[in-house]
Each structure stands twice: as structure tokens, then as C-alpha cells.
């Protein structure tokens, strides 16, 4: 069940989508590979961006190796908990300004940039039968300076990333509960106006 888990049902949206969702429970035996991981970052690269100035930089451990060592005591504890499973974990940095590594056509949209790139990475992920779970819950300052981030680039978000489990992987029935519970969203009414900005009339 938690494998086709879409609660949700929106068949207006395509497949991928209509089936993205951020699990917690993942596959402890699951294996990232290099090409798999690839894929990943190929999806990411091809993003848009403003100006095409593609300010974004990644850093990633798979669960196992030295680098997964290292970033796991910095993030949260309440995350360590799930994440130690995922397969992967991906640190996302953005640019901040221009540096001898990579010029930067304008600052503004950086975070922006990097979102649609993890956006597009999350979707990729789907398309490959992987899940990625984002988090910000960790020691951004120390994941930074672990890793030698220089200072004109940020340690912004990070993702785990594997193949989805069962919830009954949990010992605690919380956790499985949490696995679960229904996703909610605003509706679209609240968000989206055909002209001023007006959050009590519906335009659609
Ligand atoms: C930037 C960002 C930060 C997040 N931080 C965390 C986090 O620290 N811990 C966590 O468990 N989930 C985190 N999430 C996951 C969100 O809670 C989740 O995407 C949201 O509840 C919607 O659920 P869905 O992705 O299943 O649709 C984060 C997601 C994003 C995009």
C-alpha cells in the first residue's frame, strides 16, 4: 500500500506528480547507483534559470560512505531519524555572488533557481522509481564549514533520497501513523486571482 500510496487522487495531474509525496519510511537494503545518481543531477542541470546563471551547487553521500558519515550527526535529530535509511542525501547550495568559481548574472532569484533545480531533480527521482524527502532541519552553518562551502555560496536545503518502504519499517506507531496521515493543501481559490490580489473571492 505504501508503495502506490496516492491518497490524494488527482488524475487531472500527470502520473509523476500526481504520485510525488515526501515518505519517511525508506528502503534500508536500496542501493544508489552511479548511474541512477546521474540521472538525478542531469535532471537538476537542466533546469531554467534567470539568466541561465544555474547558481547552484550540490554535495551527496550515499548511505555507507564517508561523506553520508559526515553529514548525518549535522542534521536535526527528529530527521536522522528517517534519513539515516534513504539511500542517498544530497546537500543543496546556492550561489550568493559572484565568485572565481562561477560568475552570477544576478542575485536575486538564486533560492528560486536552485527550487525549480530540486524540483526538477524530485520529479526525475519519480520518474526512475526513486522518492526524495526535502528537509531543512539540519546545522547549515556546520554542514558549510565541514565541507569547505566558501562563503559565497549558501548551504540551503538538503534531500534524502531511495526507494520508498513500507510504513511498518518504524518501530514506533507514531511514525507509522505520521507515514500515513492524509496530505492537505490550500485550495487553489486562496492562491490564484484573475485580477487584484484578493484571497476571499475565488477566480477559479
Ligand atoms: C525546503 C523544505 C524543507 C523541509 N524541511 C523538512 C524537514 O526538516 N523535515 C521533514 O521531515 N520534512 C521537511 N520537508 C518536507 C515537507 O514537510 C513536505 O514537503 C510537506 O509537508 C508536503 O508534503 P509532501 O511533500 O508529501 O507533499 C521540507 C520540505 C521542503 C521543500
Known sequence: ????RV???????????????SP????????????????LFE????????????????????RGDETHARLMPLLDEGNQRWARRASGLIVTIRQLAAGPDHDLFGADHTQFDLGQAVAHLSIEAMAIGLHVHQFSGMDRPAVAAEFGVPAHWEVTSGIAVG?????????????????????DRRPVSEFVFAGDWNPSASSV
Open 1 to 4: 500500500m505504501a508503495l502506490e
Open 7 to 21: 491518497p490524494e487522487q488527482r488524475p487531472e495531474l500527470t502520473t509523476l506528480l500526481e504520485r510525488r509525496w
Open 24 to 39: 519517511r519510511a525508506f528502503d534500508w537494503q536500496h542501493e544508489l547507483g552511479s548511474e541512477d545518481l546521474g540521472v
Open 43 to 62: 535532471a537538476a542541470r537542466w533546469a531554467p534559470s534567470a539568466g541561465n546563471s544555474q547558481p547552484w551547487s550540490f554535495i551527496y553521500g550515499l
Open 163 to 183: 526507494r520508498i518502504a513500507e510504513p511498518e519499517i518504524f518501530d514506533e506507531q507514531w511514525e507509522i501513523e505520521r507515514e500515513r496521515k492524509p496530505r
